[in-house]
């Protein structure tokens, strides 16, 4: 599956790469449902599909659709914790992670959508987030001062790799 940004849904690929159609939502577009969706990720315990959204109808929130792409409601409600244009999610182990490009934060939630706190603060416009083998978390930083910034999974920063402006991906 990938998330389609400009079209407004999340298409399915067979495993050659072959477009099957439009997996989210069930139905086709509707922008009251996803509407500039960024990032997606998948529930570790039921397989349902979750979005990151910031505009329309589910604006900073995550919703979520069943393993047919029916749309379920919201995993994380509009604006919980503060959270501002959500653009990416990871599931660990205990949490759930969703970078917040206009909170400047990456936030964290138990595993059914509740805010818990902010892992990490002071984030300028952090896009994609990834967790690492060893349990630190690389984000990357659009904004002021570039680069990809690595914490551990206290959130305390251990690393800024720079050299590289305007990233949106790790």
């Known amino acids: 599956t990938i998330s389609d940004q400009s079209r407004h849904y999340v298409a399915e690929f067979d495993t050659t790469g072959g477009h099957i159609g439009i997996f989210a939502p069930a139905g086709g577009v509707n922008t009251a449902i996803l ?12 397989g349902n599909l979750v979005v990151t959204v910031g505009a329309g109808g589910n604006n900073n ?12 409601g919201q995993f994380i409600t509009a604006a919980s914790g503060g959270l501002n244009s959500p653009f990416d999610i990871i599931f660990r182990a205990n949490d759930v992670l969703v970078s917040g490009s206009s909170s400047n ?20 416009f952090p896009q994609q987030i990834f967790e690492m083998s060893n349990g630190n978390i690389a984000v990357a930083n659009f904004s002021t001062g570039g680069g990809i910034r690595v914490y551990d999974n206290s959130g305390t920063l251990v690393q800024n790799l720079t050299g ?5 991906g790790v």
Do not use: K
């Open 35 to 46: 509407q500039n969706l960024r990032g997606h990720n998948y529930r570790n315990n039921d």
């Open 105 to 124: 934060a990456v936030h964290r939630y138990d595993l059914n959508g509740v805010y818990l706190n902010n892992l990490i603060t002071g984030q300028s």
């Open 61 to 72: 929130s995550v919703p979520e659709f069943d393993r047919t792409g029916n749309y379920l």
């Open 164 to 168: 590289a402006t305007g990233n949106r």
